[in-house]
């Protein structure tokens, strides 16, 4: 399985944009890099993946660097719903598309 | 907006005892996991089900453990024999068509514990 190293906290400002890095030096060619996030006491939800492009949709933007071994997830406006443990995973391997998640990066919202 | 449905949310049971976690994934969808999660730990791939049959298992899905699809809509987390150990956040998770890299859907979570 890739390692993945993401920073174990990050503090934002409300409405301020965030990025979250992931390092990922490890990741082979055909695994797409996923983000979950997890708020608490809630199970993990979908944010957004790609594959070598950067990717947009109405919750957040991916940037993927052109070797893929690292990316960023962008919050463009943080709001204290974004407060959550935000995970950045490669995969899902092989068919079965089984998540493996790390520690993750707690994001601090502050008012 | 379609979710994945588990019950009960919270189970106590005494160790030893047999407890089956229910999840109703999304219609129509094909893939489906359970996860589980330690307080203060990450969370933990158990089981991926694919066709009728376990496509995946971790070290942690002994022989303890078993999955059902019984109807074509529920989708069920069995442990034999609880042991404390087993205490924690049960998540099932369920995927689309076609492709192992589409969003997955997480449940709310069954919180287990063990007596």
């Known amino acids: 399985d890739a390692k993945t190293t993401q920073p174990n906290s990050m503090e934002s400002n409300e409405e301020e944009p965030v990025h979250l890095p992931c390092n990922h030096s490890t990741i082979s060619g055909t695994d797409y890099i996923h983000w979950y996030r997890q708020l608490p006491s809630q199970g993990p939800e979908y944010v957004i993946h790609?594959?070598?492009s950067n990717v947009n949709n109405r919750m957040a933007s991916l940037a993927i660097a052109e070797d893929r071994k690292s990316s960023t997830l962008i919050l463009h406006r943080a709001t204290l719903r974004d407060a959550a443990v935000y995970y950045c995973i490669p995969g899902g391997r092989g068919n079965t598309g089984k998540l493996i998640f790390g520690q993750g990066t707690t994001l601090q919202v502050k008012p | 907006e379609p979710e994945v449905t588990q019950t009960p949310s919270h189970q106590v049971t005494q160790m030893g005892q047999e407890v089956i976690l229910r999840c109703v994934p999304i219609s129509n969808h094909l893939y489906f996991y359970w996860y589980r999660q330690i307080l203060g730990q990450k969370v933990e791939f158990l089981v991926s089900f694919y066709n009728n049959e376990i496509s995946e298992k971790s070290e942690i899905f002994d022989d303890q453990f078993s999955v059902e699809r019984p109807d074509g809509s529920n989708f069920t987390l069995k442990i034999r024999s609880t042991k404390l150990e087993d205490s924690a956040m049960y998540f099932c998770a369920s995927r689309g068509r076609g492709n192992a890299n589409t969003e997955a859907f997480f449940g709310q979570g069954t919180r287990l514990t063990v007596v």
């Open positions: 790609g594959l070598t």
